[in-house]
Every structure is written in structure tokens, then in C-alpha cells.
């Protein structure tokens, strides 16, 4: 069983910073990638961003220049440092890993249960 758990939400106002955690757990053989989307009430859920295990990184434009993913300390750990936070931020963020659980299997995606980000003017 793989366990996604995402920290670090809150109240912010505009201009100010976040950083949000999230560790995978569990049964993993492989990790493939782990990155951070968000949802707005009414909204479909979008990237914000992500990386893959050669390194390469993927940001929305909308975030471009003001938020940076990066690997935690621990395995299987990303974190989403965000900066000159925006009232249109604001959304439920929830953590993404695309793993294999064991040697030769499909890589699945696992979502964590969302942390939430509100930022006010």
C-alpha cells in the first residue's frame, strides 16, 4: 500500500510565502515522478508542477518564476516553495506520485488528500 501526505497549507496574504511537503510511503520500487496540482473551487484540477526522476521540471505558467518544486531531504520527497503568493493561488493543492510498487509492474499514479492554500488581498 502506498501512502501520499501533503503538509504546509494555510492562510497567507498576498505577497507572502508557503511551502508545502509531501512524502510517499509505503510499498515503492520506483518512483517516476511526484509534482504538486491544485484545484479552485469550481475549476478542473491543473499542474503546477512537477519533476520527473531525470530531473526535468515542469511548471504552469501561471506559477513560472514565483513558486519552485524541488526533493526533499528524505527519499520520496518533494517540496513546493511558494513565493509572491496571489489571491488566484488559492485552491486545494494535493500532491501526485507516479510509481511502480514492485519490479516489472505499470507505474500508477497516487494522490495524496490535499492540503489547502488560501490567500487573501
Known amino acids: 500500500q502506498v501512502h501520499v501526505v501533503e503538509s504546509g497549507g494555510g492562510l497567507a496574504q498576498a505577497g507572502e510565502s508557503l511551502r508545502l511537503s509531501c512524502v510517499a510511503s509505503?510499498?515503492?520500487?520506483?518512483?517516476?515522478?511526484m509534482g504538486w496540482y491544485r484545484q479552485a473551487q469550481g475549476k478542473e484540477r491543473e499542474l503546477v508542477a512537477v519533476?520527473?526522476?531525470?530531473?526535468?521540471?515542469n511548471y504552469a505558467d501561471s506559477v513560472k518564476g514565483r513558486f519552485a518544486i524541488s526533493r526533499g531531504g528524505a527519499s520520496n520527497t518533494v517540496l513546493l516553495q511558494m513565493n509572491n503568493l496571489k489571491p488566484d493561488d488559492t485552491a486545494a493543492y494535493y500532491c501526485?506520485?507516479?510509481?511502480?510498487?514492485?519490479?516489472?509492474?505499470?507505474?500508477?499514479?497516487?494522490w495524496g488528500q490535499g492540503t489547502q492554500v488560501t490567500v487573501s488581498s
Open positions: 509505503g510499498r515503492i520500487f520506483r518512483v517516476v515522478a
Open positions: 519533476f520527473n526522476s531525470g530531473g526535468d521540471t
Open positions: 501526485s506520485a507516479r510509481l511502480a510498487i514492485r519490479n516489472g509492474e505499470p507505474v500508477d499514479a497516487y
